[in-house]
């Protein structure tokens, strides 16, 4: 039993150590969450985040119905005990299909952001920093892409691509890499000036490693809130894109499709287009307060 | 091998801004023997801090450095390619810069920025940490393995200076530069600043190219002065010389400005002149009780007057 109580005054020990060593961190993490529980909106936007990751993760295993199951004796019941948002056309179970079709929205935000950021942080990075003709080069191509509507254009490469999912993601990666490249640009521009970068240079700091040690993690928080805000919108572009036809085909339980497809019912049949609508609504509207939330957070004015 | 270390022969730099072109060098001579501490002494905006970074390359657009020769150890800088320079830089010249809190990345911790200036150089990263703690305590850190982790702003400025010294010297370089490394910190921690450069630099034999509007302090540290003005070195010579027997009326200007008690305050007339249209001529011209009328015709080369004290001035052409 001594023994024991000296192992854990050792643990203690050890525990204090560590957070004395790790004071400021701790400090800093505390204040973030003190900074996150006083904005009302961003709580309620990862906690819309966070419980649709949770049931797009946990979709296979939980209790539902076979989201492709045809049943046409059952089609489109107004929502029951037995069936909670109803069935569609095809007597298929629609919460079902709008939990399994989380999980390709989902899919689709995550990748066309972390394409689309790595390309534009990449590009960004370098035509802030080298500057002259490389920054010319890759700003006017910016400008390409801002003066096109953004849809417009995704629709034009979707159907330059063929439909499927694959080539929506690719298409919207496409046209939503810009907005990236000049966030990143107008941080190297502002960090490359900093004292610290022309002393990391002046110990003979290559620009590989000038950029991406020193000047990548300082502006790597305004393109983690670009990147939070944009899935909201991403999502809802591959929504449009299957809506119309360009992007998920049937049987796939995509969002949009599923909207797209109860459409002509709608006039009796409400919730086969609204329900799946609804879940895009309130998906874009977690992303975008979550957004919101984290720009505050990481915002240096607010931390003072 | 010869004495001189460095040699900067009629450096010119400019600035390509809207409103015109900032003549911020022009013409630039400077010698720095070995072992030697020259101090570059001048008004804000006389061209000091871009001198230094002329001479380690690190001009950025719009700057640009246009011609001019910097000699530094037999191979001219200005001609190296930037894979070349950027060898030279750290492990040969290094540099320590005047707001030592913000010359440190605040998001990296101080240890990281030390084994990365040593592994630059292409050292083992074992080499590299051994050294790096073995720095920190030679610059008189305390507890130098928790100041590994610390991050800068935990550090004071003293500190903070401390450490970019450690840096700095980490590589034994021939050459420091020293950026008014003094000028951000209070007098106590000042002096305390200035001994261990002395004795680092002593003990790894660098020179150093101290540059300071201070003269208090360049009389203390430095061997030999440098005076600029308006982008050139308008005296040169050893600091007994200069501050007992000044030629040049700008140099004259500045000594008799340092503040002595029960007198007034002595100032230059005149201002600063514009770096886009600097005056015709010698550009202190316009301030110079003295001037002749070949002063706002000819600009004066800098020659050697007496041994080893130069003036760039027409009152001592003959």
Redesign the interface.
């Known amino acids: 039993m001594g023994d024991g109580m000296f192992r854990n005054v050792k643990k203690q020990r050890f525990t204090d150590k560590w957070a004395e060593?790790h004071r400021?961190q701790i400090q800093d993490i505390k204040f973030t969450m003190y900074l996150w529980q006083k904005s009302r909106l961003s709580l309620v936007g990862s906690g819309i985040v966070v419980a649709l990751i949770v049931v797009a993760l946990l979709a296979p295993h939980l209790p539902l119905y076979d989201p492709f199951q045809l049943n046409v004796l059952n089609r489109l019941l107004p929502p029951s005990g037995e069936h909670l948002c109803g069935t569609d056309q095809l007597g298929r179970d629609i919460l079902t299909r709008m939990i399994h079709g989380s999980r390709i929205s989902l899919m689709i935000g995550a990748m066309v952001v972390a394409i689309s950021s790595l390309i534009g942080l990449v590009l960004g990075l370098m035509s802030g920093y080298f500057?002259?003709k490389i920054d010319e080069a890759i700003m006017r191509l910016t400008d390409m892409f801002f003066a096109f509507p953004r849809l417009v254009l995704a629709m034009a490469v979707a159907a330059a691509l063929g439909p499927g999912i694959n080539n929506t993601m690719l298409a919207i990666a496409v046209v939503s890499w810009p907005i990236y490249a000049r966030l990143a640009r107008a941080g190297a521009l502002q960090i490359?000036n900093?004292?610290?970068v022309?002393?990391?240079?002046?110990?003979?700091?290559?620009n590989m490693?000038t950029l991406f040690?020193?000047i990548l993690?300082?502006i790597l928080h305004v393109i983690v809130v670009q990147a939070t805000l944009d899935m909201g919108g991403v999502i809802l572009e591959a929504a449009g894109l299957s809506f119309i036809g360009l992007g998920a085909q049937p049987p796939s339980p995509e969002w949009g499709l599923m909207v797209s497809e109860g459409r002509h019912y709608i006039h009796m049949n409400w919730w086969v287009s609204t329900l799946p609508g609804m879940a895009i609504v309130v998906t874009a509207l977690g992303f975008n307060l979550l957004g919101d939330g984290l720009r505050d957070i990481f915002d240096v004015r607010a931390r003072r | 091998m010869s004495e001189e270390l460095l040699t900067v022969r009629n450096l010119v730099t400019h600035f390509y801004t809207y409103r015109g072109i900032v003549k911020a060098l022009e013409g630039v001579d400077l010698t720095i023997g070995r072992r030697e501490v020259v101090g570059l002494v001048g008004e804000t905006g006389s061209g000091k801090s871009v001198t230094a970074?002329s001479i380690?390359r690190?001009i950025?657009?719009p700057g640009k450095i246009i011609s001019g020769e910097v000699i530094f150890d037999g191979k001219d800088l200005l001609k190296l390619s930037d894979e070349e320079i950027?060898?030279?830089?750290?492990?040969e010249i290094?540099?320590i810069?005047q707001?030592p809190t913000?010359?440190?990345?605040?998001?990296?911790t101080i240890g990281l920025?030390l084994q990365?200036?040593i592994e630059?150089?292409d050292l083992r990263k074992e080499d590299a940490e051994k050294l790096a703690t073995a720095m920190l305590e030679k610059v008189g850190l305390p507890d130098p393995e928790?100041m590994f982790?610390n991050?800068p702003h935990?550090l004071s400025g003293g500190m903070a200076q401390r450490a970019?010294i450690a840096?700095?010297l980490s590589?034994k370089p021939k050459l420091l530069i020293a950026d008014e490394p003094t000028s951000s910190l209070d007098v106590t921690v000042q002096a305390q600043i200035l001994d261990l450069m002395k004795k680092l630099v002593e003990e790894i034999g660098a020179s150093v190219l101290y540059i300071t509007h201070d003269l208090g302090v360049a009389a203390e540290t430095c061997d030999k002065i440098a005076v600029m003005y308006t982008g050139y070195i308008v005296e040169f010579s050893d600091v007994l010389t200069m501050f007992e027997n000044p030629l040049h009326p700008y140099t004259q200007g500045l000594l008799n400005a340092i503040p002595k008690l029960g007198y007034d305050l002595y100032t230059i007339g005149g201002e600063v002149p514009d770096l886009i249209n600097p005056p015709s001529g010698c550009r202190f011209h316009p301030r110079c009780q003295e001037a002749l009328d070949i002063c706002s015709k000819v600009k004066p080369q800098i020659t050697e007057v007496k041994k080893g004290h130069l003036v760039a001035c027409h009152l001592f052409k003959y």
Do not use: C, D, W
């Open positions: 060593v400021y500057g002259g490359k900093e004292i610290y022309e002393a990391a240079k002046s110990i003979g700091a290559s490693r040690l020193h993690p300082m | 970074l380690m690190l950025e657009p950027r060898s030279v830089r750290g492990k290094s540099m810069f707001e913000l010359a440190l990345n605040p998001v990296l920025q990365e200036a630059t150089q928790r982790k991050y935990e970019m840096m700095s590589m």
